[in-house]
C-alpha cells in the first residue's frame, strides 16, 4: 500500500499562513524520494481565508486568498541512491485590510510578501531498514511592497534575494508492515533585504527558523495504514522588521504543529484518507495586524485515484483558527474571533 501522495497533498491543503506562529504555509516534503523509480509530481493548492475582527476587520477579510502550485521530480541513480527535486512555496504574508470595513482603513497594513523554495535533495539507504536524507534549498524572497507605516510614511519596496540552507534526516523502515519514522532537520535562513521607502534607503530583515520534523507511517491491517507527523519552529526569535522601524514589525510565536491521519484502501484503485491537524495556542494577544490568529485545528479528507502508471489525488480541508486580540501600539484593541480558512489541492503524480 502506498499513501504517500495523499499524505503530502494533506499536509500542503492543510497548512496556513498569517498565522500567530509565522507566515510557512507549505512543509517541507521528503515523501515523493520514497517512492519506486523514477517519479513525478506537479499539484496545485487553494487556500480561502475567512478572517474578521472587531474595530480592524469588521466586514471583509484582510488575508488574501492563495493558489499555488508545487513540483517535485526523483530518480534512482543506483540501487540504494536516488536525487530529487522539489519547489514549493514556503510562505508569504498577503494582507490588505483597505476593504476589511474599518473606519481606519486609509492607514492599516497592506503586504505583499511571497516566498518559494527550490531544494536538491539525496537519499542513501544504508539498508532494507536504515536510510538517510541530505541535501540543500534554495528559498527565495520575492519583490515585496510592505505598507505599514501609515500615515507617517507610505510603502516601502523591497527587493528580493536567494540565500541557501541545508536539509539532514534519517530513517527506519520496516518494509513488512509498510512502517516508516523519518526525522528530519532544516537549518534556518536569515536573509537583508535592500528597501527604499520615503524615509531614506535601507534593509529589511528577517529569517525562516530552524526546523525539527518527525514523519511516520505504519500498517495496521490489511490495506489500513496510519500516519502522522510533529513539526517544531522557534519562530519567537525569528522576527520580521521592516525598514524603516528598527523595531520588530511581527510578533510571532512558536509552533509545534501536530498531523495525524488514516487511510483505508477502498478497492485496488481507489484509497480514502482522513487526518487531524492542530497547532498549538500561543499569546492570546499580540500587538501587530499581521499576526490575528492563534494555533489553530482542521481535518481534511482526500481521495486518490489509481491509473496503470498514474494516480490522481484530490483533498479539501477546513481549519478553524484560535482567537486572538490584537492591540496595535496608539490603536484600540480589536478581537479576531470564529475564524477559518478552507483548502482545496489536487496532485497528479507519474511513474516511469
Given at each position: 500500500m502506498?499513501?504517500?501522495t495523499i499524505i503530502?497533498l494533506l499536509?500542503?491543503?492543510?497548512?496556513?499562513a498569517v498565522?500567530?506562529?509565522?507566515?510557512?504555509?507549505t512543509?517541507?516534503?521528503?515523501?515523493?524520494m520514497?517512492e519506486?523509480g523514477s517519479?513525478?509530481?506537479?499539484s496545485?493548492?487553494s487556500?480561502?481565508?475567512?478572517?474578521?475582527?472587531?474595530?480592524y476587520?469588521?466586514?471583509?477579510?484582510?488575508?488574501?486568498?492563495?493558489?499555488?502550485?508545487?513540483f517535485?521530480?526523483k530518480?534512482?541513480i543506483?540501487d540504494?541512491v536516488?536525487?530529487?527535486?522539489?519547489?514549493?512555496n514556503q510562505?508569504?504574508?498577503?494582507?490588505d485590510y483597505?476593504?476589511?470595513?474599518?473606519?481606519?482603513?486609509?492607514?492599516l497594513?497592506?503586504?505583499?510578501?511571497?516566498?518559494?523554495a527550490?531544494?536538491?535533495?539525496?537519499?542513501?539507504?544504508?539498508s532494507?531498514n536504515?536510510?538517510?536524507i541530505?541535501g540543500?534549498k534554495?528559498t527565495t524572497v520575492?519583490?515585496?511592497?510592505a505598507?505599514?507605516f501609515l500615515p507617517?510614511?507610505?510603502?516601502?519596496?523591497i527587493?528580493?534575494?536567494?540565500?541557501m540552507?541545508?536539509i539532514v534526516g534519517?530513517?527506519?523502515s520496516?518494509?513488512?508492515i509498510?512502517?516508516?519514522?523519518?526525522l528530519?532537520y532544516?537549518?534556518e535562513?536569515?536573509f537583508s533585504?535592500d528597501?527604499v521607502?520615503?524615509?531614506?534607503?535601507?534593509?529589511?530583515t528577517?529569517?525562516i527558523?530552524d526546523?525539527?520534523?518527525l514523519?511516520?507511517q505504519?500498517?495496521?491491517?490489511?490495506g489500513?495504514?496510519?500516519?502522522?507527523?510533529?513539526r517544531?519552529a522557534?519562530?519567537?526569535?525569528h522576527?520580521?522588521?521592516?525598514h524603516?522601524?528598527a523595531t520588530d514589525t511581527?510578533?510571532?510565536?512558536n509552533?509545534?504543529?501536530i498531523?495525524?491521519g488514516v487511510g483505508?484502501?477502498?478497492?485496488?484503485?481507489l484509497?480514502l484518507?482522513?487526518?487531524y491537524?492542530?497547532?498549538?495556542?500561543?499569546d492570546?494577544?499580540?500587538?501587530?495586524?499581521?499576526?490575528?490568529?492563534?494555533?489553530y485545528?482542521?481535518?481534511?479528507i482526500?481521495?486518490?485515484?489509481?491509473l496503470?502508471?498514474?494516480?490522481?489525488?484530490?483533498?479539501?480541508n477546513y481549519?478553524m483558527?484560535?482567537?486572538?486580540?490584537?492591540?496595535?501600539?496608539?490603536?484600540?484593541?480589536?478581537s479576531?474571533?470564529g475564524?477559518?480558512?478552507?483548502?482545496?489541492?489536487?496532485?497528479v503524480?507519474?511513474?516511469?
Amino acid at each position: 500500500m502506498k499513501f504517500r501522495t495523499i499524505i503530502t497533498l494533506l499536509l500542503t491543503t492543510g497548512s496556513t499562513a498569517v498565522v500567530a506562529g509565522g507566515f510557512e504555509t507549505t512543509a517541507l516534503s521528503t515523501s515523493f524520494m520514497y517512492e519506486s523509480g523514477s517519479y513525478g509530481e506537479a499539484s496545485l493548492s487553494s487556500r480561502t481565508y475567512d478572517v474578521t475582527g472587531t474595530v480592524y476587520a469588521p466586514t471583509g477579510s484582510p488575508v488574501k486568498n492563495l493558489s499555488k502550485p508545487a513540483f517535485a521530480f526523483k530518480s534512482d541513480i543506483f540501487d540504494n541512491v536516488a536525487l530529487g527535486l522539489s519547489y514549493y512555496n514556503q510562505g508569504a504574508v498577503q494582507l490588505d485590510y483597505s476593504g476589511a470595513g474599518s473606519a481606519a482603513a486609509a492607514i492599516l497594513p497592506v503586504v505583499d510578501l511571497t516566498i518559494d523554495a527550490l531544494t536538491l535533495q539525496a537519499k542513501y539507504d544504508y539498508s532494507e531498514n536504515i536510510g538517510a536524507i541530505a541535501g540543500i534549498k534554495m528559498t527565495t524572497v520575492q519583490d515585496a511592497s510592505a505598507n505599514i507605516f501609515l500615515p507617517t510614511f507610505t510603502a516601502s519596496t523591497i527587493t528580493g534575494k536567494s540565500e541557501m540552507g541545508y536539509i539532514v534526516g534519517a530513517s527506519y523502515s520496516i518494509p513488512e508492515i509498510a512502517f516508516r519514522a523519518e526525522l528530519l532537520y532544516e537549518t534556518e535562513t536569515n536573509f537583508s533585504l535592500d528597501t527604499v521607502s520615503p524615509a531614506g534607503d535601507g534593509k529589511t530583515t528577517g529569517s525562516i527558523p530552524d526546523y525539527m520534523t518527525l514523519n511516520f507511517q505504519s500498517g495496521v491491517a490489511d490495506g489500513t495504514l496510519v500516519f502522522g507527523s510533529m513539526r517544531r519552529a522557534d519562530w519567537a526569535n525569528h522576527q520580521l522588521k521592516v525598514h524603516p522601524m528598527a523595531t520588530d514589525t511581527s510578533s510571532f510565536t512558536n509552533t509545534t504543529t501536530i498531523n495525524v491521519g488514516v487511510g483505508r484502501k477502498v478497492t485496488d484503485a481507489l484509497s480514502l484518507i482522513g487526518t487531524y491537524g492542530t497547532e498549538a495556542k500561543g499569546d492570546a494577544a499580540g500587538t501587530s495586524l499581521l499576526s490575528m490568529t492563534n494555533g489553530y485545528q482542521g481535518i481534511t479528507i482526500a481521495g486518490r485515484y489509481t491509473l496503470e502508471n498514474a494516480t490522481i489525488t484530490a483533498g479539501y480541508n477546513y481549519t478553524m483558527f484560535g482567537d486572538k486580540t490584537v492591540t496595535p501600539p496608539g490603536g484600540a484593541a480589536g478581537s479576531f474571533t470564529g475564524n477559518k480558512v478552507t483548502g482545496f489541492g489536487v496532485k497528479v503524480g507519474f511513474s516511469f
